[in-house]
């Protein structure tokens, strides 16, 4: 009866990999996605994140937000699995967007093929400010409709300190016209990568097969090295006004303490209680009142943030 083992080490073989994520080798470069805020909750709260594939390969995303509350960070922010209803209700949306049931302590896990592939904060960092500008790549997010890690349909959310939602908005695909308004926003704020993505040309024939898509999603090797700098959308200082995008002289999180680099692009060290700087109030929608760069203080310790952290994966 050698087919009982082969049946129980299957099984277990499934357990093992259910809550590791596969990279998306390929996207389709015809689909752009947006979150657009206001939506839910706080209207005060605007801007937009933007999901894009347009060499076809990991998805690119650029977060572009202003308003958020003064003196109350770090925000987490995650994609939710359901959609926001007609009435705004943040509460509504769901859990965190986990299909492969991974567990919600990103910070803890060995790289982020284990973290929640909607824990975006959990990957990539908390935001420690009143506005906020970031690009970065994200290999476990697809715009694959046949994909397990398909991200249109569902919502981004930020939260306060205490997992409070702030707002949220629905991720929906781009149409014609808000594509367009996108490029125009980009032209008018001189932002020759975000341009440069959406407007690169399709050949005439372009077509996506997303059955075949499916087959290059990998499980990789718990070994295997980190992506490269270069799969940012940028490897330079954005406008030299931000240290939220990496340049070539910093050295990658990645490439320190594995249990720290979730930490986004802001040092550990950056963390410190009553931190007097900002590293990143700045926003492509205009410097007003709430966008001055006169920093955020960020109440309590490394410790604290982490424990949020883990609370924020676990309720909301």
Same mark, same amino acid.
């Given at each position: 009866m050698?087919?009982?083992p082969?049946?129980?080490?299957?099984y277990?073989v499934?357990?093992?990999?259910s809550?590791?994520?596969?990279?998306?080798?390929?996207n389709?470069r015809? =689909?752009v996605?947006?979150?657009d805020f206001?939506?839910?909750g706080?209207t005060q709260?605007?801007?937009?994140?933007?999901f894009s594939a347009?060499e076809g390969?990991?998805?690119?995303?650029?977060?572009?937000?202003t308003? @958020?509350?003064?003196d109350?960070?770090?925000f987490?922010?995650?994609?939710?699995?359901?959609?926001?209803?007609?009435?705004?209700?943040?509460?509504?949306?769901?859990?965190?967007?986990?299909?492969?049931?991974a567990s919600?302590?990103?910070?803890?896990?060995?790289n982020?093929?284990?973290?929640?592939?909607?824990?975006l904060?959990?990957?990539h960092?908390?935001?420690?400010t009143t506005c906020?500008?970031?690009?970065y790549?994200d290999?476990?997010?697809?715009l694959?409709?046949?994909?397990?890690?398909?991200?249109?349909?569902?919502? =981004?959310?930020?939260?306060?300190?205490?997992?409070t939602k702030?707002?949220c908005?629905?991720i929906?695909?781009a149409n014609?016209?808000?594509?367009?308004?996108?490029?125009d926003?980009?032209?008018?704020t001189d932002?020759?990568?975000?341009?440069?993505? @959406?407007n690169?040309?399709l050949?005439t024939d372009y077509?996506f097969?997303? =059955?075949e898509?499916?087959?290059?999603e990998i499980y990789?090797s718990?070994?295997?090295?980190?992506p490269?700098?270069?799969e940012?959308i940028?490897t330079?200082k954005?406008?030299n006004?931000t240290?939220?995008?990496?340049s070539?002289e910093e050295?990658?999180?990645?490439?320190?303490?594995?249990?720290?680099?979730?930490?986004?692009?802001?040092p550990l060290a950056?963390w410190k209680?009553?931190s007097p700087k900002?590293?990143s109030n700045?926003?492509?929608?205009?410097?007003?009142?709430d966008c001055?760069?006169?920093?955020?203080?960020?109440?309590g310790? =490394?410790?604290g943030s @982490?424990v @949020?952290g883990?609370?924020?994966?676990i309720f909301?």
């Open positions: 050698i087919f009982i082969i049946i129980i080490l299957i277990l499934s357990i093992a990999a809550d590791k994520s596969p990279k998306i080798k390929k389709p015809n =689909v996605a947006v979150a206001p939506f839910g706080d709260v605007k801007g937009n994140v933007v347009k390969k990991h998805v690119n995303v650029h977060i572009d937000m308003g @958020l509350p003064k109350e960070g770090p987490f922010y995650h994609i939710h699995e359901r959609s926001v209803p007609g009435n705004g209700n943040c509460e509504a949306v769901g859990l965190h967007f986990n299909p492969y049931n919600p302590v990103c910070d803890e896990q060995k982020d093929a284990y973290c929640q592939v909607g824990d904060s959990g990957k960092g908390c935001i420690n906020f500008e970031l690009k790549s290999p476990y997010l697809s694959n409709r046949k994909s397990k890690s398909y991200i249109i349909g569902k919502s =981004v959310v930020f939260h306060y300190p205490n997992l702030i707002a908005a629905d929906e695909e014609e016209l808000r594509l367009q308004s996108l490029i926003e980009y032209t008018q932002d020759a990568i975000q341009l440069k993505e @959406l690169t040309p050949e077509k097969d997303e =059955v898509a499916l087959s290059s990789h718990d070994t295997d090295p980190d490269p700098q270069q940012l940028s330079e954005l406008y006004k240290d939220n995008v990496y070539p050295t990658r999180p990645s490439d320190q303490n594995k249990k720290s680099h979730r930490h986004s692009l802001l950056k209680k009553n900002n590293y700045i926003s492509i929608h205009g410097i007003s009142s001055l760069n006169d920093g955020m203080m960020v109440t310790s =490394v410790f @982490l @949020l883990i609370a924020a994966g909301v």
